[in-house]
C-alpha cells in the first residue's frame, strides 16, 4: 500500500558526490521516520543516517561530515547529500520508511514499514 521510488545511484569517482532521492506514495497518514540503509557486497546491512520526527537526523560515524539528509513534507520524498564519497560507500542504498497507514475512513490506521528497491552507488576511479 506504501511504494517508494529512488532514484540517483550511479558510478562516481572518489570524492565526487551524489544525491539520492526516495518518494513515497501511497494510503499514507502520516510518515514519522525516513532513512538510508546501504548494503555492501558480503556485509550486513546499515545505517546511513535517518530524519524522524522526535528524534531528528542521526548519522553513521562513517558518513558525519559528509552526508546529509533532508525531507520534504510535502513531497514525502527524502533525499541523502553525499560528497567527499570514497570507495568504501559502494553498496546498494536502500530507502526506508515508517508511518501510519490511512483506514477506510481516512483517518489514522495501522503502523507500515517499507522499503526501497535498492539503488547502486559505485565509487571508483
Known amino acids: 500500500q506504501v511504494h517508494l521510488v529512488e532514484s540517483g545511484g550511479g558510478l562516481v569517482q572518489p570524492g565526487g558526490s551524489l544525491r539520492l532521492s526516495c518518494a513515497a506514495s501511497?494510503?499514507?497518514?502520516?510518515?514519522?521516520?525516513m532513512g538510508w540503509y546501504r548494503q555492501a557486497p558480503g556485509k550486513q546491512r546499515e545505517l546511513v543516517a535517518s530524519?524522524?520526527?522526535?528524534?531528528?537526523?542521526r548519522y553513521a560515524d562513517s558518513v558525519k561530515g559528509r552526508f546529509t539528509i533532508s525531507r520534504d513534507n510535502a513531497k514525502s520524498t527524502v533525499y541523502l547529500q553525499m560528497n567527499s564519497l570514497k570507495p568504501e560507500d559502494t553498496a546498494v542504498y536502500y530507502c526506508?520508511?515508517?508511518?501510519?497507514?490511512?483506514?477506510?475512513?481516512?483517518?489514522?490506521?495501522?503502523?507500515?514499514?517499507?522499503w526501497g528497491q535498492g539503488t547502486q552507488v559505485t565509487v571508483s576511479s
Open positions: 526506508n520508511v515508517g508511518g501510519i497507514l490511512n483506514n477506510v475512513l481516512g483517518h489514522a490506521g495501522r503502523d507500515f514499514i517499507s
Open positions: 530524519v524522524t520526527n522526535n528524534v531528528g537526523t
Open positions: 501511497g494510503s499514507i497518514f502520516s510518515i514519522n521516520a
